[in-house]
């Protein structure tokens, strides 16, 4: 396992994942979320590295959407639907930001599900 880098199957700790995100960020974390699997990474430097550890894992490229926390904002706004692994044009996502409301509900969904 990378030691920046946590996939979550089950749950993690608000208070886990803030020192996770002392390794690059501090107030905000980086993660990928694997919409087949419903597993999420956390952490890395990039996306991407989070991205191609769940790859390493067994996940498949069309099912990772790429995402922030910040630690600083209201719960219920803290996730920012934005990564360079989102822009997707053969899907329709032009952006880094992802702008299908469906993806994004099953994502906060997902992510929501793994932070106790």
Do not use: C
Not at 61 to 81: C, H, K
Request: zero cysteines; a neutral charge.
């Amino acid at each position: 396992m990378k030691s920046d880098i946590k996939i979550i199957n089950e749950k993690i700790s608000k208070e886990e994942l803030v020192q996770l995100a002392k390794t690059f960020y501090v107030t905000m974390i980086k993660g990928v979320v694997d919409l087949e699997t419903e597993s999420v990474a956390f952490g890395g430097e990039y996306h991407i590295d989070a991205n191609n550890y769940l790859i390493e894992n067994g996940s498949k490229q069309a099912n990772l959407w790429g995402f922030n926390i910040f630690f600083d904002r209201p719960r219920e706004s803290w996730i920012e639907y934005t990564s360079l692994i989102n822009i997707r044009p053969q899907v329709g996502n032009m952006e880094m930001e992802v702008k299908d409301q469906s993806i994004r509900n099953r994502m906060k969904r997902i992510i929501d599900s793994k932070i106790s």
